[in-house]
């Protein structure tokens, strides 16, 4: 939730600085791979653990194990994955376009290069980061939508005018002058 709020203040903020596209990246990135956390976990809070680990947690909510196992997720290409999978998802896959499911490959590259820095050259357009950017905000959604469950005090709200601020922000960013600028 606060990583989506995160990505529509740096969209917000590129209408006049255009590198804060790069940091909206990053919290998009973030914001949907805690969506999709959230709408794998499903009621017993175990769906984006791998699957021994999963069981490591049912032991330890049915007592048969005194301490609370780590809680390391999946990463984001299973996490994507497995909420595709009807198996996988307590109430029914999250389907996703092949738009966006490109959008969310190109989102995880993207985070990928800006926050694994290496020895070599890179650059990507600033109108590139917008397209991808601009699937962000339906993808929170359809995450929002999978795990409704988990949101009763709000959150999903909260998400969605986040989701409403970033397609408000995009519209504005004005894609001709930031490719001057790239």
């Known amino acids: ?3 989506a709020q ?44 791998k699957d021994k680990l999963a ?33 996988r998802m307590e109430w029914g896959a999250i389907p996703f376009t092949e738009d966006e499911k490109q959008a969310a490959a190109e989102l995880d590259g993207l985070r990928g290069l800006i926050d694994h820095p290496k020895p070599t050259h890179w650059s990507v357009e600033p109108g590139q980061l917008v397209k991808v950017l601009g699937f962000v905000p339906k993808l929170l959604e359809k995450c929002v939508a999978a795990a409704f469950h988990h949101y009763v005090d709000g959150d999903g709200e909260t998400v969605q005018v986040a989701a409403a601020r970033m397609s408000a922000g995009l519209s504005r960013v004005s894609r001709p002058s930031l490719a001057d600028q790239g």
């Not at 909510?61 to 290409?77: I, K, V, W």
């Open 55 to 87: 069981g490591e947690h049912l032991k330890f909510l049915r007592g048969e194990r005194a301490d609370m196992p780590s809680e390391h997720t999946l990463h984001f290409a299973e996490l994507f994955e497995w909420a595709q999978d009807p198996d």
């Open 1 to 3: 939730m606060q990583q």
């Open 6 to 49: 995160r990505t529509a203040e740096h969209i917000e903020a590129a209408v006049t600085d255009p590198q804060r596209l790069v940091d909206a990246i990053r919290c998009a990135h973030l914001a949907f791979m805690a969506g999709l956390t959230e709408a794998l976990s499903g009621s017993a809070g175990i769906g984006a653990f």
